[in-house]
């Protein structure tokens, strides 16, 4: 059973009064949080204009902000989202906050103008739309607001991985992990195909599957590591 638009809401909504400026408002998997900002962190450029949508509280978005020179915007459905984001951005020192914004936004239906943006973030947002006609028209509207030649880097999850998990676990005798969360979708490689074909970008990355999943199924896959070398600013 998937969750309603309004579950959804109420939920991240309550992520957001309860966990405020913490990590915790988006995942409790701090470890996990850092692995997904140093891989998308390493495919940003300096001089990149960013979205990152379903930004929640702004937490990896100021990361992001702090390990390249970008201009980036943080956008999330949730009101309140936004104002932890804004609370964070304000206690930046420097001059890093100038090239952050923060707003309102829904991945399904954005704001922002056609071919605005050199890249699109998109980590365990899409996974929360119910439907897959919302997932794919999130999909589309990531397309429309990036350039020609833009990229999208998504770290979402997805049945693939859960399998390789799966089949990882049965190699050991442990019975099949279930499906993380029965009230999201995991969207599936078959989404891809149409939308890596329209002319509109010229990459799109898929984190070929949720980090979590990646972690437990393959360290072949997984830059393990890279990952543990892993030091973000303290903020
Ligand atoms: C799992 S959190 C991920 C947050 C952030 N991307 C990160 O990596 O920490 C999912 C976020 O997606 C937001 N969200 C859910 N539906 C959305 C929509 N239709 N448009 C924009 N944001 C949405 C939620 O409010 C929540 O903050």
């Not at 997932?135 to 390789?164: F, N, T």
Request: contains cysteine; glycine residues 6%.
């Amino acid at each position: 059973m998937t969750m309603t638009v309004e579950e959804m809401f109420d939920y991240w909504k309550q992520q957001a009064v309860r966990e405020g400026e913490s990590y915790a408002s988006s995942w409790s998997d701090l470890y996990a949080i850092k692995m997904e900002i140093y891989e998308i962190g390493k495919r940003l450029k300096d001089g990149d204009h960013v979205i990152d949508i379903g930004c929640a509280n702004g937490f990896s978005t100021m990361h992001y902000a702090a390990m390249k020179r970008l201009d980036i915007k943080g956008v999330d459905l949730i009101p309140e989202m936004i104002e932890n984001a804004n609370v964070r951005k304000e206690k930046l020192a420097g001059n890093i906050g100038s090239h952050v914004e923060f707003g309102v936004g829904d991945i399904t239906c954005l704001e922002e103008n056609n071919a605005s943006y050199d890249v699109a973030i998109v980590t365990r947002v899409i996974i929360n739309l119910g439907t897959r006609d919302a997932q794919a028209k999130a999909l589309e509207e990531c397309a429309r607001i990036l350039r020609p030649g833009g990229l999208l880097l998504l770290s979402e999850a997805m049945m693939e991985g859960w399998r390789r998990l799966n089949a990882f676990r049965a190699e050991w005798n442990l019975p099949p992990y279930p499906n993380l969360n029965l009230t999201i979708i995991l969207i599936t490689n078959s989404y891809f195909p149409p939308l890596a074909e329209n002319s509109c970008w010229k990459k799109m990355l898929i984190f070929p599957a949720h980090t979590m999943y990646l972690r437990a199924s393959s360290s072949r896959c997984y830059p393990r590591r890279s990952a543990a070398k892993l030091t973000l600013p303290s903020r």
